[in-house]
């Protein structure tokens, strides 16, 4: 029998690799254990039909349906529309005829979306199709996620009636299983809500004649780690290079400063360091990286260079294993490091980096631009530099033994959806 899974939160068309490595996580997982499966994914554009991803060198075909969240139903595409055809019983949305015959629905909030930090309207569209889904009686996966912090009790409330409701849920990380525990409460059976790891820990690297194509032009990237000058590697983030106004201006460090100091720091302690700055989001919008890591390029001299963006988050992985250390703020990017044995530290801007990084045994290496002053986080992150040499061994057994545990919870998903 052909398993059929529908997919919600991880798609290819937000210009946000950290989103696009969560798709690719998932898709490696079911590419190993039920490759003939009939994989759903759902994303924000128009139109359905046949997509494609890379997973590694090897392409992995899906079907993908356009459900923007919005509630005009007179869109024809709208995720509006799905839930009226729910509600009337009409099959005119593609949508609605995958969710239908699902073995189960697999739903994951990137980042820290599976929250009310940022506004009402985000955690709504993440949780929409959770709600749906329940409402359809298919079985419902949270894969792994962060949940909560939730400001509003009304918002809560609405965590707490999904997770209650879904077949299986999995937290990412320690803290976060805790809040999955307590949403849950005491009259559920804990033994459906399971400790897990980021899926982007299982994000095949892209192969070497993919990674030269997008970077073979710029020169030094690819050099072999015994072939030339160490590289470093950092993620100028758009997000925060901006203001973070997001989290209601409470970063505490001017974090373009710190970037220009952690980066002079390195050039200063090695005279032949190469820094690649590397864009994990990318586009027009006014949080993409690309704009940030350029303008940090030019003003620090001819040993930093900005890499070309890339949509493949195979392909920025495999750049950033290529250095012995790397710094960043979105999160995805640092979990391409850590996932390869890449010694990182992080600039936090919300409780979602702590967990992750504890995970593997690196706590140490957060730095929390909500609580540091400008001199603290140069002064952590630069300690985490200085210590990447004896770090990387012990770093290597733990993403070994984190990337086991991210096959063996994929596992434990689709023996949920076959004997659905």
């Given at each position: 029998?052909?398993?059929?899974?529908?997919?919600?939160?991880?798609?290819?068309?937000?210009?946000?690799?950290?989103?696009?490595?969560?798709?690719?996580?998932?898709?490696?997982?079911?590419?190993?254990?039920?490759?003939?499966?009939?994989?759903?994914?759902?994303?924000?554009?128009?139109?359905?039909?046949?997509?494609?991803?890379?997973?590694?060198?090897?392409?992995?075909?899906?079907?993908?349906?356009?459900?923007?969240?919005?509630?005009?139903?007179?869109?024809?595409?709208?995720?509006?529309?799905?839930?009226?055809?729910?509600?009337?019983?009409?099959?005119?949305?593609?949508?609605?005829?995958?969710?239908?015959?699902?073995?189960?629905?697999?739903?994951?909030?990137?980042?820290?979306?599976?929250?009310?930090?940022?506004?009402?309207?985000?955690?709504?569209?993440?949780?929409?199709?959770?709600?749906?889904?329940?409402?359809?009686?298919?079985?419902?996966?949270?894969?792994?996620?962060?949940?909560?912090?939730?400001?509003?009790?009304?918002?809560?409330?609405?965590?707490?009636?999904?997770?209650?409701?879904?077949?299986?849920?999995?937290?990412?990380?320690?803290?976060?299983?805790?809040?999955?525990?307590?949403?849950?409460?005491?009259?559920?059976?804990?033994?459906?809500?399971?400790?897990?790891?980021?899926?982007?820990?299982?994000?095949?690297?892209?192969?070497?004649?993919?990674?030269?194509?997008?970077?073979?032009?710029?020169?030094?990237?690819?050099?072999?780690?015994?072939?030339?000058?160490?590289?470093?590697?950092?993620?100028?983030?758009?997000?925060?290079?901006?203001?973070?106004?997001?989290?209601?201006?409470?970063?505490?460090?001017?974090?373009?400063?710190?970037?220009?100091?952690?980066?002079?720091?390195?050039?200063?302690?090695?005279?032949?360091?190469?820094?690649?700055?590397?864009?994990?989001?990318?586009?027009?919008?006014?949080?993409?990286?690309?704009?940030?890591?350029?303008?940090?390029?030019?003003?620090?001299?001819?040993?930093?260079?900005?890499?070309?963006?890339?949509?493949?988050?195979?392909?920025?992985?495999?750049?950033?294993?290529?250095?012995?250390?790397?710094?960043?703020?979105?999160?995805?990017?640092?979990?391409?490091?850590?996932?390869?044995?890449?010694?990182?530290?992080?600039?936090?801007?919300?409780?979602?980096?702590?967990?992750?990084?504890?995970?593997?045994?690196?706590?140490?290496?957060?730095?929390?631009?909500?609580?540091?002053?400008?001199?603290?986080?140069?002064?952590?992150?630069?300690?985490?530099?200085?210590?990447?040499?004896?770090?990387?061994?012990?770093?290597?057994?733990?993403?070994?033994?984190?990337?086991?545990?991210?096959?063996?919870?994929?596992?434990?998903?689709?023996a949920l959806a076959g004997a659905a």
């Amino acid at each position: 029998m052909v398993l059929r899974l529908c997919l919600f939160g991880a798609s290819d068309d937000t210009g946000n690799l950290g989103v696009s490595a969560l798709l690719r996580g998932v898709l490696a997982g079911i590419a190993a254990r039920a490759p003939d499966a009939e994989v759903v994914v759902f994303d924000h554009g128009r139109g359905s039909g046949p997509a494609s991803a890379t997973l590694g060198d090897e392409p992995f075909e899906y079907l993908r349906v356009g459900a923007p969240y919005t509630r005009r139903v007179h869109n024809p595409e709208s995720f509006a529309r799905l839930w009226l055809d729910q509600a009337v019983g009409t099959s005119r949305h593609p949508g609605i005829r995958a969710l239908r015959s699902a073995d189960a629905v697999l739903a994951i909030a990137g980042g820290d979306s599976f929250a009310d930090i940022y506004g009402r309207s985000r955690l709504r569209s993440v949780t929409a199709p959770m709600e749906l889904s329940l409402d359809l009686h298919r079985p419902l996966v949270l894969l792994p996620q962060t949940y909560g912090p939730y400001r509003s009790q009304g918002m809560r409330q609405q965590a707490e009636r999904i997770v209650r409701g879904a077949s299986m849920g999995w937290a990412r990380d320690p803290r976060g299983h805790d809040v999955l525990l307590d949403l849950v409460g005491p009259d559920d059976d804990p033994s459906r809500y399971k400790l897990g790891v980021d899926v982007a820990f299982a994000v095949p690297l892209a192969g070497r004649e993919t990674v030269a194509r997008t970077y073979g032009g710029v020169r030094g990237l690819l050099a072999e780690p015994d072939d030339g000058p160490e590289l470093v590697a950092l993620n100028v983030s758009g997000l925060l290079a901006n203001g973070g106004q997001q989290f209601g201006g409470t970063l505490s460090a001017e974090y373009r400063e710190v970037m220009a100091r952690l980066v002079r720091h390195v050039l200063q302690a090695d005279r032949e360091a190469r820094v690649v700055l590397v864009p994990h989001v990318i586009g027009a919008a006014s949080e993409s990286d690309e704009p940030a890591c350029r303008e940090l390029a030019d003003e620090l001299g001819t040993r930093v260079v900005a890499a070309p963006p890339t949509a493949d988050p195979g392909v920025a992985k495999a750049l950033i294993a290529r250095a012995s250390w790397f710094c960043g703020a979105r999160m995805h990017a640092t979990i391409a490091a850590l996932s390869t044995g890449v010694p990182a530290a992080a600039i936090a801007y919300s409780d979602k980096f702590a967990g992750v990084f504890e995970g593997v045994g690196r706590g140490s290496a957060v730095a929390d631009a909500r609580a540091l002053d400008g001199d603290e986080l140069v002064r952590t992150l630069v300690d985490s530099y200085e210590r990447r040499h004896a770090d990387r061994p012990g770093l290597e057994r733990a993403a070994a033994a984190t990337r086991e545990r991210a096959r063996e919870q994929l596992d434990e998903v689709l023996a949920l959806a076959g004997a659905a």
